[in-house]
């Protein structure tokens, strides 16, 4: 059996080294050691996490939400179908723990972490009884016109996680 060990390293932006430990053939993270709260990067359209099997899909652009003001100048709203499904029975899912941004926010503002903007269809938060189970729901976020690295962030228990998306017109 092998190990990978990822360590991810910004004294500048994070004061720490955080590390996420990934069991080959499972990709499940184990909390990072850092008490800084670094985010974890995953990159993929369906990850593994926690129990859990994230597929997100469908992201596009939008002009407006309804219910929603206009987004910031030079920005542009983001919604993003994720289904959750349990890898294991009694998982619970959090999707107001969900938002999406430009991953270089999060690099420059060391403090910033997006608040999930709300949308008819959200994933909502929930419990997964059986293996195999899934929801499905909108998560919904603003990012930068033209933006190149938009991702999908989630908080999770205590964890966060940032997930790279691609996203479509």
């Not at 974890?40 to 929603?68: H, K, P």
């Not at 920005?75 to 994720?82: F, K, L, R």
């Not at 008819?120 to 016109?145: F, H, K, R, S």
Request: aromatic letters at 6%.
């Amino acid at each position: 059996e092998r190990w990978l060990v990822i360590a991810i390293h910004n004294e500048e932006s994070f004061g720490e080294t955080a590390f996420a430990t990934y069991v080959p053939g499972s990709l499940t993270p184990v909390a990072p050691q850092s008490s800084a709260g670094m985010p974890v990067l995953l990159t993929g359209q369906t990850v593994s996490v926690s129990g859990l099997q994230l597929t997100v899909s469908q992201c596009r652009r939008v002009s407006a939400i309804t219910g929603q003001p206009a987004p910031p100048q030079g920005e542009q709203y983001v919604v993003c179908t994720v289904q959750a499904q349990a890898l294991q029975g009694g998982v619970s899912y959090n999707g107001s723990g969900m938002g999406i941004t430009e991953q270089s926010k999060l690099a420059g503002q060391p403090d910033f972490w997006p608040t999930p903007i709300p949308v008819t269809g959200q994933l909502g938060d929930g419990m997964l009884n059986l293996t195999g189970e899934a929801v499905i729901g909108q998560v919904a976020g603003t990012i930068p016109v033209g933006s190149l690295s938009p991702v999908l962030t989630w908080q999770y228990g205590g964890v966060k996680y940032v997930i790279a998306i691609s996203v479509g017109q």
